[in-house]
């Protein structure tokens, strides 16, 4: 297995409060061929971005993308809340769409479980109807919040399309081991976020949620066990960096950008070869 050979994305948290066209300029100068879009606010709530308010920014994003050849792995963050309101996000998915992006990632944050997974199988449908894939994370902090919860959701939808995003951060913090993952069918595993943290878990949802939104760390540069995480994925599974990292928060977008890829390269290269257990394959 060659895991130099799968697609490589960076999602936008990796360089926090950076605009979207900043971003894309980052990325393609980093020298990323994918990249995840934020269209969304990843809160509760129904803000979009301000791509999403303002056309002639929304027409220079898409401009810029198409200038740098960048292929648009997902677009985000779409939390189903109380709130959820399918028509207010309807013309994100379509920029989505427009952006010809393979997954919209979609987060369940209702504590109404049957109230969400109505909500659910609407944006299901609707990102169907667009020749899309949702991409369903769960997060330790959200109502949804364990691969249990998400394996249910998408096994209770009617599209076939439907599958996970795991999250190398919130798949370690809900408790989660590599060996957890060997159920899931190939096409239900639609890809990876890969980040490093400490190993000692925070106590709390809000220091949960800081650490993943500000104090994680880049691939290769803490203890969680990525090399069998990415062993116990499919072989073809997409790697989207997602690693908002504080140390190098005051540097920019291009510098953050740059450093992830090059700390997950070497990981990658680390484990090229070898079986779960680090050693090599005997050929």
């Known amino acids: 297995m060659n895991h130099l050979n799968r697609v490589l994305s960076v999602a936008p948290l990796t360089a926090p409060g950076v605009g979207a066209i900043e971003f894309v300029e980052a990325a393609a100068k980093a020298g990323f061929e994918h990249v995840g879009i934020r269209l ?6 129904s803000a979009l971005e301000p791509e999403m308010a303002d056309n ?3 027409r220079r994003l898409v401009k810029r993308i198409r200038d740098t050849r960048l292929k648009v792995l997902e677009v985000e963050a779409f939390w189903i809340s109380p709130d959820f309101d399918i028509e207010f996000v309807k013309p994100a998915i379509e920029t989505g769409a427009l952006l010809e992006a393979k ?3 979609v987060v369940g944050n209702d504590p109404d479980l049957s109230r969400f997974q109505i909500n659910f199988g609407r944006l299901s449908e609707l990102v169907r109807s667009y020749d899309m894939r949702v991409a369903f994370e769960f997060i330790p902090y959200v109502a949804v919040n364990s691969l249990e919860m998400a394996v249910k959701t998408i096994h209770l939808s009617d ?4 599958g996970l995003l795991i999250d190398a951060l919130h798949f370690a913090r809900s408790g989660g081991k590599p060996a957890d993952l060997a159920g899931i069918p190939p096409g239900k595993f639609h890809f990876l976020h890969l980040c490093d943290a400490t190993d000692e878990s925070p106590k709390s949802l809000p220091e949960l949620r800081r650490e993943a939104r500000e104090a994680r760390l880049l691939p290769g540069f803490g203890s969680l066990p990525l090399h069998e995480l990415l062993h116990a994925a499919p072989p073809d599974t997409p790697i989207e960096i997602e690693c908002p990292t504080k140390a190098n928060a005051h540097l920019p977008a291009l510098e953050q950008l740059t450093l992830a890829r090059q700390a997950t390269l070497d990981v990658l290269e680390r484990i090229k070869g070898t079986d779960t257990s680090g050693k090599p394959i005997k050929k």
């Open 40 to 45: 969304k606010t990843p809160t509760p709530g």
């Open 56 to 58: 002639r920014l929304r």
């Open 103 to 105: 997954f919209i990632l």
């Open 159 to 162: 599209d076939s399309n439907d």
